[in-house]
C-alpha cells in the first residue's frame, strides 16, 4: 500500500471545524483513500472512504484533490469526543489488509 | 453481537507463560483480521483470515504466534513462551466481504492489552 504524511498533531476548538490534511503522492489508480480515527483505549474506528469523488456521511466529510495526491477529513463541528488519533490509509484491497501509519493526534480544547 | 467482541480485555502474564487471546467477530463476517499495536504507534498486522482459511500470516512475529479460526467465526490468538515485547495491544477486525477491494471497511474490537512482567 502507498505511504501517507499526516500532521503529528493538530489542536481545534469545540464547536469549529477541523480539517486533518493527508498527503499521499504515490497514491495508485485503484487505491481507496480511508479514514479510521482511534479513541483512548478503544480499537479504531471507521469514519470515512472514498476513491476519486469527494463524500459525505453522518461523521465528516472527505474532500479529495483532483490528482487524488491529497486528502482533508472535514469534522464540521468538533466536539470533545472527536479527541482521537486519525488515521489516513489508503488500500487497494489484499490480504495484509490496513496499513496504519502514526496518524494525527486531534486536541479538542473547551 | 453488535461489534466485535475481545476477551480478556487486560491480561498479565509472567515472562515465559503461553496466553490465548479470543476474537469473536460479528456474526457472518467473512474476513478476520488480527494486529498487534505497541504503545504510541499505529497498529500493525499480523495475519488474515478468509472463512477458516489463513491465507496470509506474514506478519506474526515469530512461530510463538499462532491463530487460529477453525470454524470460520471465532478466532484464537496464541503466544507461546511470552516475552516482555510481547507487550502490547492486540486488535482484532472483521468485515462482510473478502479483501478484493480497497472498499472493504473494518469493524474492529477494542483489543486485549497484554502485559508481559
Known amino acids: 500500500d502507498a505511504k501517507t504524511t499526516q500532521p503529528n498533531s493538530m489542536e481545534s476548538n469545540e464547536e469549529e471545524p477541523v480539517h486533518l490534511p493527508c498527503n499521499h503522492s504515490?497514491?495508485?489508480?485503484?487505491?481507496?483513500i480511508h479514514w479510521y480515527r482511534q479513541l483512548p483505549s478503544q480499537g479504531p474506528e471507521y469514519v470515512i472512504h472514498?476513491?476519486?469523488s469527494n463524500v459525505n456521511n453522518r461523521m465528516a466529510s472527505l474532500a479529495i484533490a483532483e490528482d487524488r495526491k491529497s486528502s482533508t477529513l472535514i469534522l464540521h463541528r468538533a466536539t470533545l469526543r472527536d479527541a482521537a488519533v486519525y488515521y489516513c490509509?489508503?488500500?487497494?484491497?489484499?490480504?495484509?489488509?490496513?496499513?496504519f501509519g502514526k496518524g494525527t493526534h486531534l486536541i479538542i480544547q473547551p | 453481537g453488535a461489534g466485535v467482541s475481545q476477551s480478556p480485555r487486560y491480561k498479565v502474564a509472567k515472562r515465559g507463560q503461553d496466553v490465548a487471546l479470543r476474537c469473536d467477530p460479528i456474526s457472518g463476517h467473512v474476513s478476520l483480521f488480527w494486529y498487534q499495536q505497541a504503545l504510541g504507534q499505529g497498529p500493525e498486522f499480523l495475519t488474515y483470515f478468509q472463512n477458516e482459511a489463513q491465507l496470509d500470516k506474514s506478519g506474526l512475529p515469530s512461530d510463538r504466534f499462532f491463530a487460529e479460526r477453525p470454524e470460520g467465526s471465532v478466532s484464537t490468538l496464541k503466544i507461546q513462551r511470552t516475552q516482555q515485547e510481547d507487550s502490547a495491544v492486540y486488535l482484532c477486525?472483521?468485515?462482510?466481504?473478502?479483501?478484493?477491494?480497497?472498499?472493504?471497511?473494518?469493524?474492529f474490537g477494542a483489543g486485549s492489552r497484554l502485559t508481559v512482567l
Open positions: 477486525a472483521s468485515s462482510w466481504t473478502v479483501i478484493s477491494s480497497g472498499a472493504n471497511v473494518l469493524t
Open positions: 472514498g476513491l476519486t
Open positions: 490509509i489508503l488500500t487497494g484491497g489484499g490480504a495484509d489488509g490496513l496499513t
Open positions: 504515490t497514491i495508485s489508480g485503484t487505491d481507496y
